[in-house]
């Protein structure tokens, strides 16, 4: 039988280190996708995943119940992708270095039939949207991540992000919005 969240939980603050790790191969993935998205580079997303366990690990008895324990871990990793993207930019150096580089893109779109004119769209497409989300403030990156590439409501990302739903929800429709203002030349629509 499968262990729940909230077995996990009670075992890891119980001091069990199997709870913990449970816990860590269950989000992990959908942790590192988060920051990678949000920072556009793997190492610093595996150091922004890493970073995000050990601030739950230390915090496991401030995790009030009534919130999905997964809003809460992506509320951490969001808010380590975002210190480390401070830093760099404290550092004056590019929070976001990789963003020219098509094969660094931290969007992917995958064709069905990879036809030559196909690929070429996709590519196309690939880096409007990446130059769009490199417009986005943090806030508004992190909502349409959360919405777009993880499915996530706004209810779970209003609890991830510490934002009252209508804020969320501006902050979706603004991404959304600055991601249409790009691709809609590429697609002849008007945005």
């Known amino acids: 039988m499968v262990e729940s969240d909230a077995e996990a939980l009670a075992r890891a603050r119980a001091g069990q280190s199997e709870g913990f790790r449970t ?8 942790l590192f996708r988060v920051a990678y998205r949000l920072t ?9 995943v890493q970073e995000a366990f050990l601030r739950a690990f230390r915090r496991l008895d401030q995790y009030d119940e009534r919130a999905k324990l997964s809003s809460w871990l992506h509320r951490i990793a969001a808010n380590c992708a975002y210190d480390l993207l ?25 064709a069905p039939g990879p036809r030559p004119d196909r690929l070429v769209e996709s ?3 690939r880096r409007r949207v990446t130059a769009a989300m490199a417009r986005m403030s943090a806030q508004e990156k992190a909502a349409f991540v ?42 002849g629509v008007a945005p």
């Not at 816990?23 to 959908?30: F, I, K, P, S």
Request: overall charge negative.
């Open 23 to 30: 816990l860590v191969e269950r989000h992990g993935r959908a």
């Open 40 to 48: 556009g580079n793997e190492q610093d997303a595996e150091d922004a």
């Open 86 to 110: 401070r830093a760099r930019k404290r550092r004056g150096e590019d929070p976001w270095p990789d963003q020219g580089d098509e094969r660094a893109s931290p969007v992917e779109f995958v």
């Open 123 to 125: 590519g196309e497409v």
């Open 146 to 187: 959360l919405r777009h590439f993880e499915g996530l409501s706004i209810a779970e990302i209003s609890q991830a992000l510490q934002l009252d739903p209508s804020a969320t929800k501006q902050s979706v429709l603004r991404a959304v919005r600055k991601v249409r203002q790009v691709l809609a030349p590429a697609l």
